[in-house]
């Protein structure tokens, strides 16, 4: 590094480039977005919690899904926000840091989390009479305990390589939240090492789960399939379809993100997909689970009738 080079202590967040007026408006819209993610994930919490017939292993990975969107739409959504009504839309560097770290360690726990609610649903339709045995509530937290263990030090990789480099300039980010591609253009030194580990992590734990994910639900479609009773099979792809819808959203807005070309991809395009999965995803899944599983729907009228009669 040359004496010259300054480190930033601040960083600008470009965000959406648009006009005043717009961004009132989009203000308005992420506003009501993101109430409705924190309030449909807060929902189903609710529900599980308070309905006895929601406490299995199922339901239990939905409770860390649920936690996990919350988290990964606070760490990202209210700076957005912020900046949106605010002239001055700089950050700290070191918070910028942590939004990049947690940023990361939530998107890396959704992703294995999904594998383990198809995992969930192989078992359960495949091999029935052992469901109890094979998915009982020690083998449920080992698989979600390492999810959220392995993620965070997925995440903390991706932090000790950054955190190895010089950042000297330039002090703007074109994204609205420090997302890790856009961060490393700030750094004034080689960058390979990470766009290599990025794209190897992207590896395992997007298209290797993705793949474990397509697997399992195609061992599940032949399992429905066989299914004698039409009440059956109609619960069976009713549960299994909200997950795939849920599973296809996230993961291929994930996949084009880090993983096709970037050339194919304007800056403005990247903040839209961007935006897919840090806040669509989140706000959708609770919708998707409750509006396709009719065991939610049965819990949320048993709910809301006691809530009547008391």
Same mark, same amino acid.
């Given at each position: 590094?040359?004496?010259?080079?300054?480190?930033?202590?601040?960083?600008?967040?470009?965000?959406?480039?648009?006009?005043?007026?717009?961004?009132?408006?989009?203000?308005?819209?992420?506003?009501?977005?993101?109430?409705?993610?924190?309030?449909?994930?807060?929902?189903?919490?609710?529900?599980?919690?308070?309905?006895?017939?929601?406490?299995?292993?199922?339901?239990?990975?939905?409770?860390?899904?649920?936690?996990?969107?919350?988290?990964?739409?606070?760490?990202?959504?209210?700076?957005?926000?912020?900046?949106?009504?605010?002239?001055?839309?700089?950050?700290?560097?070191?918070?910028?840091?942590?939004?990049? %770290?947690?940023?990361?360690? +939530?998107?890396?726990?959704?992703? @294995?989390? *999904? #594998?383990?609610? &198809? =995992?969930? /649903?192989?078992?359960?339709?495949?091999?029935?009479?052992?469901?109890?045995?094979?998915?009982?509530?020690?083998?449920?937290?080992?698989?979600?305990?390492?999810?959220?263990?392995?993620?965070?030090?997925?995440?903390?990789?991706?932090?000790?390589?950054?955190?190895?480099?010089?950042?000297?300039?330039?002090?703007?980010?074109?994204?609205?939240?420090?997302?890790?591609?856009?961060?490393?253009?700030?750094?004034?030194?080689?960058?390979?090492?990470?766009?290599?580990?990025? %794209?190897?992590?992207?590896? +395992?734990?997007?298209?290797?789960? @993705?793949? *474990? #994910?397509?697997? &399992? =639900?195609? /061992?599940?479609?032949?399992?429905?399939?066989?299914?004698?009773?039409?009440?059956?099979?109609?619960?069976?792809?009713?549960?299994?379809?909200?997950?795939?819808?849920?599973?296809?959203?996230?993961?291929?807005?994930?996949?084009?993100?880090?993983?096709?070309?970037?050339?194919?991809?304007?800056?403005?395009?990247?903040?839209?997909?961007?935006?897919?999965?840090?806040?669509?995803?989140?706000?959708?899944?609770?919708?998707?689970?409750?509006?396709?599983?009719?065991?939610?729907?049965?819990?949320?009228?048993?709910?809301?009738?006691?809530?009547?009669?008391?």
């Amino acid at each position: 590094m040359g004496g010259n080079q300054t480190w930033i202590t601040e960083v600008i967040l470009l965000g959406f480039q648009v006009d005043p007026a717009l961004e009132l408006f989009l203000f308005g819209l992420f506003c009501l977005f993101y109430t409705l993610t924190l309030l449909g994930n807060g929902v189903i919490l609710g529900l599980i919690c308070l309905d006895a017939r929601l406490h299995s292993p199922m339901y239990f990975f939905l409770t860390h899904l649920a936690i996990v969107d919350m988290s990964y739409a606070s760490n990202n959504v209210p700076k957005m926000l912020a900046n949106l009504v605010n002239l001055k839309r700089t950050i700290s560097f070191v918070p910028c840091i942590m939004q990049t %770290f947690l940023y990361l360690a +939530f998107a890396h726990i959704e992703c @294995l989390i *999904l #594998v383990v609610m &198809s =995992y969930d /649903r192989f078992v359960a339709i495949c091999h029935p009479l052992h469901y109890t045995v094979i998915m009982n509530w020690r083998m449920c937290t080992v698989l979600t305990s390492t999810s959220w263990v392995f993620s965070f030090l997925l995440a903390l990789v991706h932090l000790i390589l950054i955190l190895r480099l010089p950042f000297c300039g330039p002090h703007e980010i074109n994204h609205f939240f420090c997302e890790i591609l856009s961060v490393l253009k700030l750094a004034c030194a080689d960058t390979r090492l990470n766009q290599v580990v990025i %794209f190897a992590a992207c590896v +395992f734990i997007l298209v290797g789960p @993705l793949c *474990l #994910v397509l697997v &399992s =639900y195609s /061992r599940i479609l032949l399992a429905i399939l066989r299914i004698q009773s039409e009440e059956g099979r109609r619960k069976a792809f009713s549960t299994c379809s909200s997950h795939l819808c849920v599973v296809g959203l996230f993961f291929g807005s994930a996949i084009v993100m880090y993983m096709a070309p970037k050339s194919n991809h304007p800056e403005e395009q990247q903040k839209i997909l961007s935006l897919f999965y840090s806040l669509f995803n989140p706000m959708l899944n609770p919708l998707i689970y409750s509006l396709r599983n009719t065991e939610v729907k049965g819990a949320l009228r048993r709910v809301l009738y006691r809530q009547r009669h008391i």
